[in-house]
C-alpha cells in the first residue's frame, strides 16, 4: 500500500522546489544531528543528505517505485547506512548511537533503502572503471549503449561492422576485468 509521503518523492521527481525546501526544513537537522553524534561534522551531515536525496531520486526514477513507510524513516535509513558505509570504510570510529526513533521498519524498507545504495555504489564503480578504458573503447561502449545499433556506431567510428562486434566485446571484457579487480567488487556483492 502506497504511502501518504508519497507526494515528497512526486516532488522530488518533478524538482518541486517547494517540496524540496519542506524536506530539508522537516528531517535536515535529524540527520544532522545523528551524523554528529556518530564522530561527522556539519559537512558530513549536508553530503549524506544530498547524496541520500540523489539515492532516493535515482531509485523514484524507476516506475515501480511506491514508498511504503513514512518518507522520514526511508530517508533516515538510506541517511544511516550510507553513514555506517562511510564509517566503515574509515574504520577510525565507533558508531555511537544509530537509533531508528522508534520506527517499526518493515523489512522491504530496510531492503529498498539496501537496494539503493547497493546500485548507487555499483554505478560508481563502473563509472571509475569505465574512465580507465581508452578512448576508443569508451566512445564505442557510449554509442552502443545508447541504444544505438552497430551498423551505426560502426558507420560513426569509421570501422567495419565485424570490427566493431570484436572491439565492443573486447572493450567490455576489459571493463569486466576492471571491475573484477576492484577490491570494491566482493564488497558490493555483485
Not at 544505438?148 to 556506431?153: A, F, G, K
Request: charged share 30%.
Amino acid at each position: 500500500m502506497i504511502h501518504p509521503d508519497q507526494f515528497y518523492i512526486i516532488g522530488l521527481l518533478e524538482n518541486d522546489k517547494k517540496v524540496i525546501e519542506k524536506i530539508y526544513q522537516n528531517f535536515f537537522n535529524k540527520i544532522k544531528w545523528m551524523i554528529i553524534k556518530n564522530n561527522g561534522s556539519s559537512d558530513d551531515a549536508s553530503d549524506i543528505f544530498q547524496e541520500s536525496l540523489i539515492t532516493i531520486y535515482n531509485k523514484a526514477q524507476k516506475n515501480d517505485f511506491q514508498l511504503t513507510c513514512p518518507f522520514e524513516a526511508f530517508l533516515l535509513l538510506v541517511c544511516r547506512k550510507k553513514w555506517l558505509n562511510i564509517l566503515d570504510k574509515n574504520k577510525k570510529f565507533k558508531v555511537t548511537n544509530l537509533e531508528d526513533d522508534g520506527y517499526q521498519f518493515k523489512e522491504e524498507s530496510h531492503q529498498l533503502a539496501e537496494e539503493s545504495i547497493l546500485q548507487e555504489e555499483r554505478l560508481s564503480l563502473l563509472t571509475e572503471k569505465f574512465a580507465l578504458l581508452g578512448e576508443a573503447c569508451r566512445q564505442l561502449l557510449d554509442l552502443s549503449w545508447q541504444g544505438i545499433s552497430m551498423e551505426e556506431v560502426a558507420k560513426s567510428l569509421g570501422f567495419t561492422y565485424g570490427y566493431a562486434r570484436k572491439k565492443k566485446s573486447e572493450c567490455v571484457a576489459k571493463l569486466v576485468s576492471l571491475v573484477k579487480q576492484s577490491p570494491g567488487y566482493q564488497i558490493l556483492k555483485w
